[in-house]
């Protein structure tokens, strides 16, 4: 067994060792996507993430015995958890190992390193987002034929068994859906739509940046009133999350793709995220906007023929009365305007059945499955 060392990452070399380790381990993966370098270090930054800066975290890095990079992993507590609770729970994120042996030690490491906090945490689950978002959640388990849509993760097959060797078990599991907008019809679904926004008094409009504060306390709104069910294991974001997000994908959004619905009284009722599937061009810059990477964007932005749908929430108030559909038909008339040709759905609980029927409904393929794992420490 080769002799591995696992060190905390403290010093500019040892981020760089970090960020740029999946570059080692997907060099000949085809369907890899690598991640702008930039946006990485913000999710690493407790200054644009609020998850860091709520709570203990480390950075953790196992190396060989002539200090190449073996593996990695992000480990924290997010005291917000934890209120209410009796037991604390752990979260890890950004994994990555090169071989079995090196995951299972970082992943063994991630938790006595928790233990050792002597908060009471009994539990440690993952991987989640970096920043606890919508992003990033879980190993891909099924469905690697194919590149990740932006935002979403990709892993090795073997990545499973490695949890599972280190003592993890199944929490659950998140679907992905893919949508052929080219075989979607439009004209039943304007009729159902029309029909429900006379009976039931709603409208849907595109997000607004000129009062980008003001859209955001109302999908804070929405998100509040939402069942705490069909958030799972993500719990509903505060303010400043929604802004350090918000602000993390300003440079992506296009506003026609994030719609929000209200009631003619102007109460917000219902929202739904989706960002072009920009996973299609970054592959061409290979994780550095600069010095040349933005051209390189720029140049290929035409192949961005996708978008990801990676929230949709309505208010129990407003269920079953054709808002998601609503909604959804906007996001569908936005993007074929905009040339695209497909779509996802993802990440939607396995529980989830009403959002579940409502994205098979509207004719979503399920056709990628992630797994968060827990593990009692």
Request: with cysteine.
């Amino acid at each position: 067994m080769d002799r591995i060392s696992i060190k905390p990452v403290v010093t500019r070399s040892d981020m760089r060792d970090f960020l740029w380790l999946p570059w080692n381990i997907y060099k000949k993966d085809a369907n890899w996507v690598p991640p702008l370098l930039k946006e990485v270090k913000k999710k690493l930054d407790p200054r644009f993430n609020p998850l860091l800066a709520r709570g203990p975290y480390r950075l953790f890095l196992a190396s060989d015995s002539v200090g190449r990079p073996l593996s990695r992993v992000l480990v924290g507590v997010d005291p917000a958890d934890s209120e209410g609770q009796r037991e604390q729970e752990g979260y890890l994120a950004l994994f990555e190992a090169v071989n079995e042996q090196a995951g299972i030690l970082i992943l063994d490491h991630a938790c006595r390193w928790l233990s050792s906090l002597n908060q009471g945490i009994r539990q440690l689950k993952g991987p989640i987002s970096p920043n606890k978002g919508d992003n990033l959640r879980g190993l891909l388990i099924w469905g690697f034929d194919s590149p990740p849509v932006l935002m979403n993760a990709y892993n090795p097959p073997e990545y499973a068994a490695y949890f599972e060797k280190a003592g993890f078990m199944k929490d659950n599991d998140l679907y992905a859906y893919y949508y052929d907008l080219k075989a979607m019809g439009e004209r039943k679904t304007a009729r159902v739509v029309s029909y429900a926004q006379n009976k039931y008094g709603f409208r849907v409009n595109s997000l607004n940046l000129n009062n980008l504060e003001g859209e955001l306390e109302d999908i804070k709104y929405i998100l509040d009133h939402a069942l705490p069910e069909d958030w799972g294991d993500l719990p509903p974001p505060n303010l400043d999350d929604l802004k350090a997000l918000a602000f993390q994908l300003k440079d992506l959004i296009i506003p026609e793709l994030i719609p929000i619905a209200r009631s003619l009284e102007g109460e917000p009722i219902g929202f739904a995220v989706s960002i072009p599937d920009y996973n299609r061009v970054l592959p061409k810059i290979n994780g550095r906007l600069f010095p040349i990477g933005w051209a390189k964007f720029l140049l290929n932005r035409h192949r961005v023929s996708g978008a990801r749908v990676f929230l949709l929430f309505v208010i129990p108030e407003y269920r079953k009365k054709g808002v998601s559909g609503t909604i959804f038909y906007q996001l569908l008339l936005k993007a074929k305007e905009l040339g695209f040709t497909y779509g996802e759905g993802s990440t939607i609980g396995e529980f989830n059945t009403p959002m579940r029927r409502d994205a098979e409904g509207v004719g979503g393929l399920h056709y990628k499955t992630y797994r968060l794992y827990k593990k009692s420490i």
